[in-house]
């Protein structure tokens, strides 16, 4: 590999989120790999500041000669980097880990689905001068190729060490959701079928774990709960530290989401490992994660995801299954494995 520095570009490095996680875990992979690395953004966060750079310091840091230097762009939102790869002359390579579809947000927060507009047209200018690009998923690389053509790779991301306890779900049962509170991400589908779950269990609970991100979104959720009486039955506990996350999946049940776009979804394979078994809406990259590890559904009708998580949580062997194939499938997303894929990607474009 000829590069000596591979440097990152993130809009933002968030505190815990996949895409963070992600960014640091290449840098720390490069680093190891004798490369000097730095992450760059565009908009600094106060819990990350000691992990990343400034984009004005890129001006000044960013030195080696320019062929021995790649610089890395994650493309998720809108970004004041994007202006700045586009000005720059070293060769740049894309991360996709695609847009929330601004029709789905549209009624919640005009101005994030406005943004993901301006992100859009952002990508279609740097898609041209890429040299290569890294997907999270099939899907993710199908809708990359109508921003433009370029040389994809899909490598998924990696899923951090686990160490599976043997311990068993809580009784009564719980259904465990885990991820941004927003209105794409089906929230209100799940609470409306625990109405219907509770019909034939009525102990059951759900827990929704994960960060408010619309103020109008968190009161329809709690309107809805309480015009359905599941008050005491529905759960949000807001962001979780990394050992409350761990105690919510060892707690579990069954795993349930009912999301209306993933470009991957990490939490599905957390739970995976967990040793949790998992039951989903099959659109966008959940299918591609998933696999046949899963109950995978047509339908979010309540009574179709009731239907389903009253056969898993009843059916002792189909849950044991579900956990056995999932634990299995979670080994293929491994550090090891992944950092294997990234280093063919950079040997590629290295010799291109």
């Given at each position: 590999?000829?590069?000596?520095?591979?440097?990152?570009?993130?809009?933002?490095?968030?505190?815990?989120?996949?895409?963070?996680?992600?960014?640091?875990?290449?840098?720390?992979?490069?680093?190891?790999?004798?490369?000097?690395?730095?992450?760059?953004?565009?908009?600094?966060?106060?819990?990350?500041?000691?992990?990343?750079l400034s984009l004005q310091e890129a001006y000044h840091r960013i030195r080696s000669p320019i062929d021995d230097?790649?610089?890395?762009?994650?493309?998720?939102?809108?970004?004041?980097?994007?202006?700045?790869?586009?000005?720059?002359?070293?060769?740049?390579?894309?991360?996709?880990?695609?847009?929330?579809?601004?029709?789905?947000?549209?009624?919640?927060?005009?101005?994030?689905?406005?943004?993901?507009?301006?992100?859009?047209?952002?990508?279609?200018?740097?898609?041209?001068?890429?040299?290569?690009?890294?997907?999270?998923?099939?899907?993710?690389?199908?809708?990359?190729?109508?921003?433009?053509?370029?040389?994809?790779?899909?490598?998924?991301?990696?899923?951090?060490?686990?160490?599976?306890?043997?311990?068993?779900?809580?009784?009564?049962?719980?259904?465990?959701?885990?991820?941004?509170?927003?209105?794409?991400?089906?929230?209100?589908?799940?609470?409306?079928?625990?109405?219907?779950?509770?019909?034939?269990?009525?102990?059951?609970?759900?827990?929704?774990?994960?960060?408010?991100?619309?103020?109008?979104?968190?009161?329809?959720?709690?309107?809805?709960?309480?015009?359905?009486?599941?008050?005491?039955?529905?759960?949000?506990?807001?962001?979780?530290?990394?050992?409350?996350?761990?105690?919510?999946?060892?707690?579990?049940?069954?795993f349930c989401t009912l999301s209306d776009h993933e470009g991957f979804g990490v939490p599905i394979l957390e739970a995976m490992a967990y040793g949790v078994p998992v039951v989903a809406y099959d659109?966008?990259?959940?299918?591609?994660?998933?696999?046949?590890?899963?109950?995978?559904?047509?339908?979010?009708?309540?009574?179709?995801?009731?239907?389903?998580?009253?056969?898993?949580?009843?059916?002792?062997?189909?849950?044991?299954?579900?956990?056995?194939?999932?634990?299995?499938?979670?080994?293929?997303?491994?550090?090891?494995?992944?950092?294997?894929?990234?280093?063919?990607?950079?040997?590629?474009?290295?010799?291109?």
């Amino acid at each position: 590999m000829r590069w000596k520095a591979i440097h990152q570009f993130v809009p933002m490095l968030a505190d815990g989120d996949a895409i963070g996680g992600h960014v640091l875990w290449i840098r720390d992979h490069l680093r190891s790999r004798g490369c000097d690395s730095e992450i760059f953004v565009g908009e600094e966060n106060s819990a990350t500041s000691h992990e990343s750079l400034s984009l004005q310091e890129a001006y000044h840091r960013i030195r080696s000669p320019i062929d021995d230097t790649l610089l890395i762009y994650h493309v998720a939102q809108a970004s004041t980097c994007a202006d700045f790869l586009a000005s720059r002359q070293e060769p740049l390579a894309l991360i996709f880990h695609n847009f929330t579809p601004p029709e789905l947000l549209i009624r919640w927060d005009p101005d994030a689905a406005f943004e993901i507009l301006n992100a859009q047209d952002q990508l279609t200018e740097l898609v041209g001068k890429s040299l290569f690009a890294i997907c999270d998923s099939e899907f993710n690389s199908r809708v990359l190729d109508g921003f433009g053509k370029v040389k994809s790779f899909v490598i998924p991301l990696p899923l951090r060490e686990i160490e599976r306890s043997d311990s068993s779900p809580e009784e009564p049962p719980i259904v465990l959701f885990v991820g941004r509170i927003a209105p794409n991400k089906g929230i209100h589908d799940l609470v409306a079928c625990m109405a219907v779950l509770r019909q034939n269990l009525p102990d059951v609970r759900l827990r929704v774990v994960g960060t408010s991100t619309s103020d109008a979104y968190d009161v329809v959720l709690e309107e809805l709960t309480a015009s359905l009486d599941l008050t005491g039955v529905v759960t949000l506990t807001g962001w979780v530290n990394s050992d409350d996350l761990e105690r919510e999946y060892q707690r579990a049940s069954v795993f349930c989401t009912l999301s209306d776009h993933e470009g991957f979804g990490v939490p599905i394979l957390e739970a995976m490992a967990y040793g949790v078994p998992v039951v989903a809406y099959d659109n966008s990259a959940i299918g591609d994660t998933v696999g046949d590890s899963g109950l995978l559904l047509n339908s979010k009708e309540p009574t179709v995801v009731a239907s389903a998580l009253d056969r898993v949580l009843s059916d002792k062997s189909l849950s044991d299954r579900l956990c056995r194939s999932g634990r299995q499938r979670s080994k293929l997303f491994s550090g090891e494995r992944v950092a294997e894929a990234l280093d063919r990607a950079l040997s590629w474009s290295s010799t291109s």
